[in-house]
């Protein structure tokens, strides 16, 4: 299995400002995803992060709203950015380390006020 | 379309007995993981178990199985022997598009929420 560690694990902010979120794994991985989960939902992939390259997004997502870095193998960050009461979700990061399993960090609880 | 599709919104199940939680899905390609993923009221995502689309055999994970049926496109959920602590969101995700053994994308479904009752 994989360790996945998340900064924060929970914020509250005013609208308008802009939250990053950290994602560390244990190990080199090729590929993280940044999921968000809304109140009472399921997850929604927001985007795939490679190293080296710009950051994939899913339909429904744009960079300036979510701009993520990915500067190695172990680190990626997500911003959410202009922030809106309607952003108020929890937010994770996932990689598979290695074979297919892909595993979570333990998400950051965001509430917008 | 909806490519997963947990129909059982909340379950219901006493302690120490076995539950099944439904999941079928819809793909047209040859190549897919399943996944199932169990999330406490602590909001972490755990992983459960996972069966690729090749894999001839049900995958099992100590008490917890996956009862693959690939005509029928379902990839149901066993727990047995069910504890206070199963009490929690269960998710079914799926991976299409790669090579079922490669990284990619998950795509959940709804989720169905059991209930162990002591």
């Known amino acids: 299995s994989a360790v996945i560690s998340q900064k924060p694990s929970r914020d509250i902010c005013q609208r308008g400002t802009s939250l990053t979120i950290q994602c560390q794994v244990d190990?080199?991985?090729?590929?993280m995803f940044w999921y968000r989960q809304q109140p009472g939902q399921s997850l929604t992939l927001i985007a795939t992060?490679?190293?080296?390259?710009?950051?994939?997004?899913e339909s429904g997502f744009v960079i300036d709203k979510f701009p993520i870095s990915r500067p190695n193998l172990t680190f990626s960050t997500l911003t959410v950015s202009n922030m809106s009461p309607e952003d108020s979700s929890i937010y994770l990061c996932?990689?598979?380390?290695?074979?297919?399993?892909?595993?979570f960090g333990p998400g950051t609880r965001l509430t917008v006020l | 379309a909806q490519k997963i599709t947990q129909t059982q919104p909340g379950m219901f199940v006493q302690e120490k007995e076995a539950v099944t939680l439904d999941c079928t899905y819809d793909?047209?390609?040859?190549?897919?993981?399943l996944f199932w993923y169990k999330q406490p009221s602590s909001g972490e995502m755990i992983f459960l178990i996972y069966?690729?689309?090749?894999?001839?055999q049900n995958a099992t994970e100590g008490r917890y199985s996956l009862n693959f049926q690939k005509a029928r496109k379902s990839a149901n959920l066993v727990i047995s022997a069910s504890q206070l602590g199963d009490s929690a969101m269960y998710f079914c995700?799926?991976?299409?598009?790669?090579?079922?053994?490669?990284?990619?994308?998950?795509?959940f479904g709804q989720g169905t929420e059991l209930s162990v009752k002591p």
């Open positions: 995700a799926m991976r299409e598009g790669r090579p079922y053994n490669q990284g990619g994308k998950l795509i």
């Open positions: 793909t047209s390609d040859q190549s897919y993981g």
């Open positions: 069966q690729g689309s090749y894999d001839e």
């Open positions: 190990s080199q991985v090729t590929m």
């Open positions: 996932s990689a598979e380390p290695q074979g297919h399993e892909q595993f």
């Open positions: 992060a490679n190293q080296g390259s710009e950051a994939t997004y």
